[in-house]
């Protein structure tokens, strides 16, 4: 990155102090949306997730390499996720006492080390080992990358966050279409060759850790950090609401991110090839409902977007289990986009309902969906064994009445502006 980054950022930073020594306690008015910051963070999560998607869109071959059940391939899944998920909450909690503005490289150097690892492992173990160590990497992006978004937000918070998403999206919907290209052509040592981008990612992350080390929310001090306006009991109440729509969300994702290829390569007899171009256009589906989900929320509010991207997306999953090939690519673009429009407003939403908490609220929902996705894939390649994928999506396809749920949940803008 050019030193014009830095100038922006630097003078962004310098906007920001003149206003408060906080982040939390800028005036919207006194703040300006950083976009430079946004788009090279976002930029970053394009490149990190385009590397996990291409993990999850190799599966067909390391089944075949490996001679591996679906229960194998929901385990390495299953490692890669978990171990994400247990430790992003902690580094949240910790990066919220601590700010470390270099931790997103070194975070990065983990997936480097898993990608390269992968490429040349040479039984299931190591497999497991390498999904490990990106599974690492991810557990220090994620929360400290919210974080940063947030920062540079300039109180549009849910467009920030919509637009650090979008860039996870789309590097996720990248995955299956490189794999097609370039590894599945190549076999499993063109895995390597992908270590350029966590390369590149490495160096643009340097640059961001430099604009977060200048940030005035760098310096808050816990006295001066906002309360909730809302009992303990009541934001209890919707944390779990919360959880459990994240649940219906990341458990049916699972169940594409993971077996769509083998749906329909199992019942429309596509190739491998085919069958990751379907997967690509799901993909790409949800980052266009991502980018959508976090400005239609900051203007109308976060919880009538939930209510539609969980419970108006029933309809259409409920459908896809008995649709022909042409109406299921119509159906998952539909999918993709409601759906993708939820994760924003729950994440803005929840660290509005515990303000100050910006790290332990991102590495929470993070953490929790990465995990659900993992125990997802487990579960559900499981229930491939033992029925079919066919059943599977007719299992998955009541998981979005879940959302139903969302009457549940308190007004947060109403609160905010009654206070």
């Not at 490429?119 to 557990?139: D, E, T």
């Not at 239609?296 to 259409?316: C, E, H, N, Q």
Request: hydrophobic share 55%; proline share 5%.
């Amino acid at each position: 990155m050019d030193t014009s980054f830095d100038k922006r950022a630097a003078a962004a930073g310098a906007i920001a102090s003149t206003a408060s020594p906080t982040e939390a306690s800028l005036p919207a008015k006194a703040q300006r949306t950083v976009y430079s910051v946004l788009g090279a963070i976002s930029f970053s999560h394009l490149l990190n997730d385009m590397i996990q998607s291409l993990i999850l869109a190799i599966y067909p071959m390391l089944k075949a390499n490996f001679a591996l059940s679906f229960t194998q391939i929901g385990l390495i899944t299953l490692t890669y996720q978990i171990t994400a998920s247990m430790l992003q909450p902690l580094v949240g909690i910790y990066t919220d006492r601590r700010p470390q503005p270099w931790s997103l490289p070194i975070g990065m150097g983990f997936t480097l080390s898993g990608l390269l690892l992968m490429s040349v492992a040479p039984n299931f173990g190591v497999l497991l080992m390498a999904a490990a160590l990106v599974g690492c990497g991810s557990s220090v992006f994620h929360p400290e990358s919210s974080r940063v978004a947030r920062m540079a937000s300039g109180g549009r918070h849910g467009l920030a966050q919509s637009l650090f998403q979008v860039g996870g999206n789309a590097g996720t919907s990248l995955g299956p279409l490189l794999a097609a290209a370039v590894v599945i052509p190549h076999g499993q040592r063109s895995i390597a060759w992908f270590s350029v981008a966590a390369l590149v990612a490495i160096a643009v992350l340097t640059q961001i850790g430099r604009w977060y080390r200048q940030h005035p929310a760098t310096k808050k001090t816990r006295a001066e950090r906002p309360h909730a306006t809302l009992s303990r009991a009541r934001v209890a109440a919707a944390m779990g609401v919360l959880v459990l729509l994240v649940f219906s969300k990341y458990f049916y994702l699972a169940s594409i991110n993971s077996y769509f290829t083998f749906y329909l390569i199992d019942r429309f007899h596509l190739p491998v090839q085919a069958a990751q171009v379907h997967l690509f256009v799901f993909l790409a589906a949800v980052a266009a409902g991502t980018i959508i989900g976090g400005p239609v929320g900051d203007r109308i509010g976060r919880k009538y977007v939930i209510w539609v991207s969980i419970l108006g997306v029933a309809p259409f999953t409920l459908l896809l289990p008995y649709a022909n090939l042409f109406w299921t690519g119509v159906l998952t673009v539909v999918i993709g986009v409601v759906l993708a429009s939820a994760f924003s407003a729950i994440l803005v939403y929840a660290q509005e309902l515990i303000p100050g908490k910006v790290g332990m609220v991102a590495g929470l929902f993070f953490g929790f969906a990465f995990g659900l996705g993992g125990i997802g894939a487990a579960v559900l390649g499981q229930l491939a064994d033992a029925t079919s994928i066919a059943y599977v999506y007719k299992v998955c396809s009541f998981l979005p009445l879940l959302g139903v749920l969302t009457v549940f949940l308190p007004n947060v803008e109403a609160k905010k502006a009654a206070a």
